[in-house]
């Protein structure tokens, strides 16, 4: 269930970005790492990650809700879906 690309967020300390690669690691950060967990977005990334992680929907449904998610919660770094080549 990888994603088809990385997702770079900052949960934590400025000095430790992680790179999110697959549902299952997306699914940690957001259990364990997350900085504010009430946050509805993260709740519904959270079931996104459930919903692939059962074979019910592609892994882009919980790359783009954990997107979201830390968009939401500004941990977003770069989803290296826009990302360009000089």
């Known amino acids: 269930m990888r994603f088809h ?4 967020v900052q949960p934590g300390r400025i000095d ?7 549902t299952k690691h997306a699914a940690e950060i957001l259990l364990r790492d997350w900085p504010d967990r009430g946050q509805k977005k993260r709740e519904r990334a ?15 449904y919980a790359r783009n809700a954990f997107i979201s998610a830390a968009r939401d919660a500004r ?3 770069d989803d290296w ?6």
Not at 5 to 8: D, E, G, Y
Not at 16 to 22: M, Y
Not at 81 to 86: E, K
């Open 16 to 22: 430790r970005d992680k790179v999110v690669l697959s």
């Open 46 to 60: 959270m079931r996104a990650c459930l919903e692939v992680i059962k074979g019910r929907k592609p892994p882009s």
């Open 81 to 86: 879906s826009s990302a360009r080549v000089c």
């Open 5 to 8: 690309k990385p997702v770079r």
């Open 75 to 77: 941990i977003l770094l």
